[in-house]
């Protein structure tokens, strides 16, 4: 059974920065892209960040460009965004995602999906 | 960026059949899937590639895709069918995108 569990979420001020982790298991973790992609309070699903299997393609939404960096390490099974200078518009359940492919630049779905994890962007 | 456009909510009587679309320029030449998310859930893919169900989703959830419409189908629907339903389409070279979501209810 596949499973990813996020964790790292929580409370910070405009400004700071937050890791999240995504702990995998279930599957060939080194086999599949991973993604991370957040839903604000009451609103739609937006894609964050992607990664191939061996982290040499990465991609940003132009929304967190320059502030997120999205890694893996196959070793430990585990998905990372790291996030600086959040603004409240970053407040969503970030949900880690195991996609179809190995490879980002395959049109492709989100085949299974963590329960997520809430940042909380506020003074 | 790719705009997909979605009717924000849907009503249909237990029983009879729900359509939601999702519309975009020359959608058809895209593949489509579609995610179901129920309250305080995680989104669950429902169909992919326009019209693949993956395993464990019921025959009554079908799709189709054609010209500038992508529509998710479910046949006899049940009270556990209520939820929010989003399509999306993408890949590295145009993002992937998703519809802004129908809220499907059972009368």
């Known amino acids: 059974e596949v499973q990813l569990v996020e964790s790292g979420g929580g409370l910070v001020q405009p400004g700071g920065s937050l890791r999240l982790s995504c702990s995998a298991s279930g599957f060939i973790f080194n086999s599949y892209a991973m993604f991370w992609v957040r839903q604000a309070p009451g609103k739609g699903l937006e894609y964050v960040s992607a990664?191939?299997?061996?982290?040499?393609?990465?991609y940003y939404a132009d929304s967190v460009k320059g502030r997120f960096t999205i890694s893996r390490d196959n070793s430990k099974n585990t998905l990372y965004l790291q996030m600086n200078s959040l603004t409240p518009d970053d407040t969503a359940v970030y949900y880690c995602?195991?996609?179809?492919?190995?490879?980002?630049?395959?049109?492709?779905?989100?085949?299974?999906w963590g329960q997520g994890t809430l940042v909380t962007v506020s003074s | 960026s790719y705009v997909l456009t979605q009717p924000p909510s849907v009503s249909v009587a237990p029983g009879q059949t729900a359509r939601i679309t999702c519309g975009g320029n020359?959608?058809?030449?895209?593949?489509v899937h579609w995610y179901q998310q129920k309250p305080g859930q995680a989104p669950v893919l429902v169909v992919s590639d326009d019209s693949d169900r993956p395993s464990g989703i019921p025959e009554r959830f079908s799709g189709s895709n054609s010209g500038n419409t992508a529509t998710l189908t479910i046949s006899r629907v049940e009270a556990g069918d209520e939820a929010e339903y989003f399509c999306?389409?993408?890949?590295?070279?145009?993002?992937?995108?998703f519809g802004g979501g129908t809220k499907v209810t059972v009368l």
């Open positions: 995602v195991k996609y179809r492919y190995g490879s980002p630049s395959s049109p492709g779905y989100f085949q299974y």
């Open positions: 990664i191939s299997t061996g982290g040499g393609s990465i």
């Open positions: 020359n959608i058809g030449t895209k593949s």
């Open positions: 999306q389409v993408g890949d590295s070279s145009s993002d992937w995108v």
